[in-house]
């Protein structure tokens, strides 16, 4: 197969627009806040967030302490990505003493990043 037909897979070969499919579409698109899902990528975006999550998604809480070990990061590193995640609703924390713990914000977040694990290792499985 050459270069030409492999494009022309990808690409339709006539314009037939399925205005069923489209309308409903776009009905469901309407009032529909995608910010959140964008602030979402940037928390997955970084490597040592991911494998923040990981952990978090391990054991249900963590210390920063544990967490910069993990990451292999200092702590102000791993506080910093701490606060973002924190920030932007992925984790929440407390203070026990002299330690603060982490953990996911919600099972939501826990089911999300699972899930999120699966399709990841799916993908590497085809790639």
């Given at each position: 197969?050459?270069?030409?037909?492999?494009?022309?897979?990808?690409?339709?070969?006539?314009?037939?627009?399925?205005?069923?499919?489209?309308?409903h579409v776009?009905?469901?698109?309407?009032?529909?806040?995608?910010?959140?899902?964008?602030?979402?990528?940037?928390?997955?975006?970084?490597?040592?967030?991911?494998?923040?999550?990981?952990?978090?998604?391990?054991?249900?809480?963590?210390?920063?302490?544990?967490?910069?070990?993990?990451?292999?990061?200092?702590?102000?590193?791993?506080?910093?990505?701490?606060?973002?995640?924190?920030?932007?609703?992925?984790?929440?924390?407390?203070?026990?003493?002299?330690m603060v713990?982490?953990?996911?914000?919600?099972?939501?977040?826990?089911?999300?990043?699972?899930?999120?694990?699966?399709?990841?290792?799916?993908?590497?499985?085809?790639?």
């Open positions: 197969m050459n270069k030409i037909d492999k494009m022309d897979i990808d690409v339709c070969s006539a314009t037939i627009v399925h205005e069923e499919k489209v309308n776009i009905a469901e698109l309407q009032g529909k806040d995608f910010a959140s899902l964008s602030v979402l990528s940037k928390c997955l975006g970084e490597t040592s967030r991911v494998q923040i999550l990981y952990a978090l998604s391990t054991y249900k809480e963590m210390c920063v302490c544990d967490l910069a070990a993990i990451i292999d990061a200092s702590m102000a590193t791993t506080s910093h990505h701490l606060r973002f995640l924190k920030k932007n609703g992925v984790t929440t924390s407390y203070r026990e003493g002299k713990y982490y953990s996911l914000a919600s099972q939501e977040v826990s089911d999300a990043i699972a899930s999120l694990l699966k399709v990841s290792e799916y993908l590497h499985l085809i790639s």
